[in-house]
């Protein structure tokens, strides 16, 4: 009954995704489609943080920020035929980035974990102002090229191109999520007191659950500038670190998908509000407290039921010694 769950889960994911391509609603609605998938890989890789392990980070934009800025620049100064390469370049520069941030922040829990996070991500961002000649400061770079490969038929290539690399890392995650790793992180969550009597280090799977984090959401940054052709220091900012919250808690952060519906519908709102007013922030503020408050688990934690949950306190009882 549950891999029945987890398959109508992906194939739903791509007839959406896929559907698009052979519906071709436009070049426009094309690319909100792709900011979609891409803001989805970023919310998912986040929420191996906030779902899964139960830590709130408020610097997520900062690895986003570097994969864009990475990908993004080598993309400029060397030329674009590298491209996806340049993508894991970022992924892995975010992700040691990460071992030290980690190293420093885990040791803390709660708001203090939460502050430092941010405040790395903010010193990120105003170096990045600071940098003009390096990173354009508030101009950001602007022009980035793609591969000749990608660059023909409007953003249908790059869309084409962004699922296939978007589907691969998610479905990474999911089995990491899905393994025995998952639910000791899944068992930090709920206690992490008894997972340190078992004998297992917590800090230690913290810190590789927050390296896996950086790696993704730094794929997701690199595969967004190329999709708009440039970059910008709020990437860095501390509201891009918000939306991933927002896109976890909406979507339901107690399901794998759940980030991918709230990327969808914060991504929605924004497009349509932002059409009719240019108070598009207060509404759309105004209909994510709505969602919040009428369904606290998010749109598909409505489905949580107990049996699910005791499915997953079953995982957490019998997850073998990972050796971490």
């Known amino acids: 009954m549950k891999k029945l769950g987890s398959y ?15 519906v071709n609603p436009g070049e426009h609605y094309i690319h909100l489609a792709a900011r979609v998938i891409i803001f989805s890989l970023y919310a998912v890789a986040f929420n191996i943080l ?22 993004g620049m ?31 922040t885990l040791r803390l829990t709660g708001v ?29 770079i602007q022009a980035i ?4 490969l990608l660059a023909g038929s409007g953003v249908l290539k790059y869309y084409l191109f962004s699922f296939v690399v978007v589907t691969i890392s998610l479905y990474i995650i999911w ?25 297992l280090n917590v800090y230690r799977n913290q810190l590789v659950a927050y390296v896996v984090s950086a790696f993704f959401a730094a794929v997701a940054g690199g595969l967004y500038s190329g999709l708009d052709g440039s970059i910008h220091p709020d990437m860095l900012h501390w509201p891009t670190s918000g939306n991933a919250i927002l896109m976890a808690t ?6 794998f998908f759940g980030p991918v519906v709230g990327a969808a519908i914060l991504t929605g709102l924004e497009e349509i509000v932002g059409r009719h007013t240019e108070y598009w922030s207060f509404f759309i503020g105004a209909a994510v407290v709505i969602v919040v408050l009428l369904f606290p688990r998010g749109i598909l934690g409505i489905r949580w039921s107990g049996w699910h ?4 306190e079953k995982e957490t009882r019998v997850a073998p010694d990972t050796g971490n």
């Open 8 to 22: 109508l889960s992906w194939a739903v994911y791509g007839v959406v995704f896929l559907g698009i391509v052979l």
């Open 50 to 71: 906030f779902g899964t392990t139960g830590l709130v980070s408020f610097g997520q934009a900062l690895f986003y920020g570097i994969g864009a800025y990475v990908t």
């Open 74 to 104: 080598l993309a400029k100064s060397i030329g674009p035929q590298f491209f996806l390469l340049y993508i894991v370049l970022g992924a892995v520069l975010a992700s040691s980035v990460s071992v030290l941030i980690g190293l420093l």
């Open 112 to 140: 203090y974990f939460t502050m430092l996070t941010l405040a790395f991500a903010q010193l990120a961002w105003g170096v990045t102002f600071k940098l003009y000649h390096f990173t354009g400061g508030d101009d950001g």
């Open 145 to 148: 090229p793609k591969p000749e």
């Open 175 to 199: 089995r990491i999520t899905h393994s025995p790793f998952g639910a000791l992180l899944r068992g930090i969550r709920q206690n992490p007191r008894r997972i340190t009597f078992l004998g």
């Open 250 to 255: 909406i979507g339901g952060m107690s399901s």
């Open 309 to 312: 949950r005791k499915e997953e």
